[in-house]
């Protein structure tokens, strides 16, 4: 901001009329990102599949990717808690951020499901992407601790649950969370079923 207050005093600032319009514009997306990710304006605090369908045209509405989105009938959310919610919530984020930022991906499909047959019981999520993929060593490296993919790490742990991530450059990315539902015996039999309601949340057209 500083930068483009001493453009707009210089002698010739109408030159700089366009620079200093994408700093600007620039500026107030890194400010409305930052809030959002402080304070999602659409999260509901018990309701994951909800604030999953939110986050899909939240992203869609914003960048040239489309979501898709499959949650299966039956799918049971009701014993995630709280924290449960949040965490799921930032880490499905960080992908979508990471799908649309770094990967350049043009189309993002989420699966969402309870286990099934031998599975461990709980909620799994699957989101893939065909963006141009990248080495997981390099990116995650052990003791990382910068955020993005190892926050991403970070906020499973902190809930218990799994994160596993494959990708291979020119391959797109595989994420898989897995959040245990410990309130069940072994023969929980939810999760299997037709999908029910497929949401394609496809984004806007440019205008030219």
Do not use: W
Request: glycine letters at 8%; one cysteine or more; aromatic letters at 6%.
């Amino acid at each position: 901001m500083r930068y483009c207050k001493n453009l707009s005093e210089k002698a010739d600032a109408a030159e700089h009329l366009k620079e200093i319009s994408a700093l600007l514009e620039k500026s107030m997306l890194q400010v409305r990102s930052m809030s959002y990710h402080l304070s999602p304006p659409d999260i509901t605090k018990r309701n994951f599949t909800e604030n999953l369908k939110n986050l899909c045209a939240e992203f869609a509405e914003i960048g040239a990717v489309d979501f898709r989105l499959s949650i299966l009938d039956g799918t049971d959310t009701s014993f995630l808690t709280e924290d449960d919610n949040l965490h799921l919530y930032r880490i499905v984020q960080e992908s979508f951020t990471n799908a649309l930022k770094h990967a350049e991906a043009s189309e993002v499909v989420v699966l969402v499901r309870n286990g099934l047959d031998d599975e461990e019981k709980g909620l799994h999520i699957f989101i893939t992407d065909d963006g141009k993929g990248f080495d997981v060593q390099q990116k995650f490296p052990r003791g990382a601790k910068h955020f993005g993919l190892a926050g991403m790490k970070k906020r499973a742990d902190l809930i218990g649950a799994t994160l596993e991530i494959s990708s291979e450059k020119g391959e797109g990315t595989q994420i898989s969370i897995m959040k245990r539902n410990i309130t069940i015996q072994k023969d929980y039999t939810r999760g299997g079923g037709t999908i029910n309601g497929y949401i394609l949340c496809r984004r806007r057209p440019h205008a030219h």
